[in-house]
């Protein structure tokens, strides 16, 4: 899952070829990227592209009892 996303598959989920417009694609979307010193690139992983960063630390779930099935009717 953690696995780098290959740079075809970039091209394919951003619909970019440049990777400064790939880059603003992925930014956009709040998912984590590094840009390659080398080429620009952006570079991220499966886990990133499935989590994006706004959506992570998100608590769906209550935690708390449900306090009306406890009394007595």
């Known amino acids: 899952m953690s696995q780098l996303i290959s740079p075809e598959d970039i091209i394919k989920i951003t619909g970019a070829k440049k990777p400064k417009d790939q880059c603003a694609v992925l930014e956009k979307h709040n998912i ?4 390659s010193k080398l080429d620009g690139r952006p570079q991220t992983s499966w886990y990133h592209f499935n ?7 998100i608590n769906n779930s209550n935690d708390e009892p449900n306090f009306n099935a406890m009394q007595k009717g």
């Open 32 to 35: 984590y990227f590094v840009e």
């Open 51 to 57: 989590n994006p960063t706004h959506l992570r630390n």
